[in-house]
Every structure is written in C-alpha cells, then in structure tokens.
C-alpha cells in the first residue's frame, strides 16, 4: 500500500479524489505516478499513519543497515473524514463501544474481501513529506511549529483553545482505571478535533 506525497495539482483541485476514486480512475493514478515515497504491507497501517497525521519509518539501505525517517504531513485531498469504527458498527460488524483498533483490525482479518470497502469508508486521504529523523527521542512537529513531547502535547481546536496553553487533564488511562491526571500544552490540531472540550493526547510513538 503506497503512501504518497502531495500530487502536483493538489492546491487546483478541491475536493481532490476520493480514496476510492485513487484505487480505480486513471486521472488519480497518474496524478500520484512517481509521488510513492513508500510502501507498507499492511493497508491498515497506511490508514492509520494517515489518520495519525505523521510517523515513522524504518528502511534498510543498501547496506544493509536500518534507517529511520519521518513522515511529516503535507496535506490531504479536502474531503472529509470518516472513522472506520464508525462505519463498521453502523454495518452491525461491531458493537457500539467495541470499535477498537484491534478489534477493527481482526475483523480485517476475519473479512479480507471486505478491507477495500472498509477503507474507501474514509475518503480522506493524507499526503506526507519525507523528514530525515538525526534525534529519534523528538517528536513530531506539531501545528505549533515545536517537537510534541509525549504524554505532555495534546491536540486541540485553535479556535476554542490558543496554542501554547497549559491545560489539566483529569481522565483515566485507556481500557484501564488508571489516573491520567497530568498539565499538558496544547501543541497541535486535527480535522476531527473541534470545540473546547475535545483533545487528543500524544502517547508517543
């Protein structure tokens, strides 16, 4: 599965293709021949690098020996995005509450025939930069312009909260009880994340 950088005509054509339309109209193909910066295996990780907005790769070189660089966003083709849980739950595939990644990626497994669809329920496609990666204990340049350190930069809407905030966050940690209660900077935004009680938390990588 091919992740690519921005087609030329980006910036002139908006929306751009849909995913879908990337897989089957020979106009999108052309458009991205030559744009490959890399391929993955697996069609979920490239969803998932996408919907992360960022990421990392290891390559072996010629030599042999391993190498890492980053993907840094570059863009995306304006149309909008759709959560692939979300669709999954609304076939019946899954239960409302159990649309987990792991879960979504053992119905890929259960439903091979079926991944094409599933990913074309998300047209939103992003487009990456290849950065090389000299420090690999920093992160991903947020919106902000800074590094996101992890467990410390959230994501956030910068039309209900200002980059560079300090806010607390006073939650649990995922599929767990355990207290995720921590100052956080707001550092970064997403298309998913709007309003002034929506964050996503960096993990890290």
Known sequence: ????????DLAT??????RAQIETLPAAQAALRGREIAYVADPLDALLVQIQGSGRLRLAG??????????????????????????????????????????IRAWAQRNPRRVA????????????????????????????????????SIAVDPKSVPYGAL???????????????????AQ?????ITGAVRADYFWGW
């Open 1 to 8: 599965m091919p992740l690519y950088a921005p087609p030329a």
């Open 13 to 18: 054509r908006k929306p751009w293709f849909t």
């Open 62 to 103: 010629a030599d042999g020996r391993m190498q890492s660089v980053r993907l840094a966003f570059a863009g995306h083709n304006d149309q909008p995005y759709q959560s692939i849980g979300g669709w999954l739950v609304a076939q019946g595939e899954l239960k409302p509450g159990e649309a987990s990644w792991p879960a």
């Open 117 to 152: 669809e599933l990913l074309a329920a998300n047209p939103r496609v992003v487009f990456f930069r290849e950065e090389p990666l000299p420090d690999v204990n920093l992160g991903p340049r947020g919106a902000q312009g800074v590094a996101l350190v992890p467990e410390r």
């Open 167 to 185: 806010l607390w966050l006073d939650s649990t940690e995922p599929l767990s009880s355990t207290a995720l209660q921590r100052l956080v900077l």
């Open 188 to 192: 970064d935004t997403g298309s998913a």
